[in-house]
């Protein structure tokens, strides 16, 4: 099934700062932010056990256990299985530092066997409080994680987790899987296969107002003659592009500040919002089935929902066009 068939309608909440990335999140806020989402109207959630050590999965699976569970999509991922032991010492987690020092403590494995993979779907549905799974991704076989290895760990999950995955599609127990990365790479290797074939993939932080480039090369183009769908998440950037100072989960250095500050100044000139102008430009391209947004507060979804239906007049793509500030191969809204 394509995501676009599969998902209910463009905004999806990603429940990753529900680990208590960045910092450490109330259990009331974090809770409330869940029921904002639901009173929104927002249907799609995505999690995974890496955020916070299955704390964002618990934290989810908390309030969606009392919605219908035909109401709504979930996804999560595979890749990392948590352990009742604590972690010793601080966490390896390649280029994203102490993301999340204050989500639970547990020790968690990274691994992406066949294995590993069945434990990891049987942990989250427990986590979850749910007897099923809408998508499966998986995670973070990129560089960012793993550095030269990464393609070590890639292959780990082609005979492992993608198999066990695309059995699982097979069989009915899950309707979709693909790739959750933050890099382009090991999606493109992944749609060069002949087999096993996801049904799309989660690219976070890669196809944003801020940061897009790379992906129009050469991903989108393929996935886009492969008719596979794309969820685009992080489409803040972390979070500068919503108000925040974190790129790519780190302080945002200097020429990004700088090009966030052009980017605002165009928007005031125009009375935009620069959230309306951040999601509906990942929505734009046509390969985009939904953009999953981060929240910690429960005004901030509908912060989201508001800037999805803005209107953002076509002089403003123009003008961002004209000043360099996106891709001249990027497709705009009202084809600006």
Not at 30 to 38: P, Q, R
Not at 182 to 191: A, D, G, R, V, W
Not at 243 to 272: C, N, S
Request: glycine share 10%.
């Amino acid at each position: 099934m394509s995501l676009k068939e599969l998902l209910p309608g463009k905004l999806g909440y990603g429940t990753a700062p529900l680990g208590n990335m960045f910092r450490a999140i109330p259990e009331v806020e974090a809770l409330a932010t869940v029921e904002a989402a639901w009173d929104q109207g927002v249907r799609y959630y995505d999690t995974a056990p890496f955020y916070g050590a299955g704390l964002s999965e618990e934290r989810l699976g908390e309030v969606l256990s009392a919605k219908p569970r035909g109401e709504y999509v979930l996804s999560t991922k595979v890749g990392r299985v948590i352990l009742d032991e604590l972690e010793q010492g601080s966490r390896d987690l390649g280029e994203k530092g102490g993301l999340f020092e204050h989500g639970n403590p547990n020790k968690m494995l990274h691994v992406w066997t066949a294995e590993a993979t069945e434990r990891s779907i049987e942990d989250s549905l427990k986590r979850l409080r749910t007897d099923r799974l809408d998508i499966v991704w998986v995670h973070d076989i990129a560089q960012d994680f793993h550095g030269d290895q990464w393609l070590q760990k890639f292959e780990e999950a082609r005979t492992g987790a993608f198999r066990v995955l695309s059995r699982l599609r097979d069989e009915g127990v899950i309707k979709a899987w693909g790739l959750g990365v933050n890099k382009t790479e090991p999606i493109e290797l992944t749609l060069a296969l002949d087999e096993p074939r996801p049904d799309g993939f989660l690219l976070a932080g890669r196809y944003t107002l801020l940061d897009h480039e790379h992906a129009l090369q050469r991903l989108l183009p393929l996935a886009q003659e492969q008719n596979v769908d794309m969820v685009v998440g992080g489409p803040y950037s972390s979070g500068i592009l919503a108000g925040g100072t974190h790129f790519e989960y780190q302080e945002a250095p200097a020429h990004i500040v700088e090009r966030v500050t052009r980017l605002k100044g165009l928007a005031a000139e125009h009375g935009v919002s620069i959230k309306a102008a951040a999601l509906q430009f990942s929505l734009a391209h046509p390969v985009t089935a939904a953009v999953v947004a981060g929240a910690t507060k429960p005004s901030r979804i509908a912060e989201d929902r508001a800037a999805l239906v803005e209107t953002v007049p076509a002089a403003f793509w123009q003008e961002l066009r004209a000043a360099g500030l996106v891709s001249p191969a990027a497709p705009l809204p009202y084809g600006a």
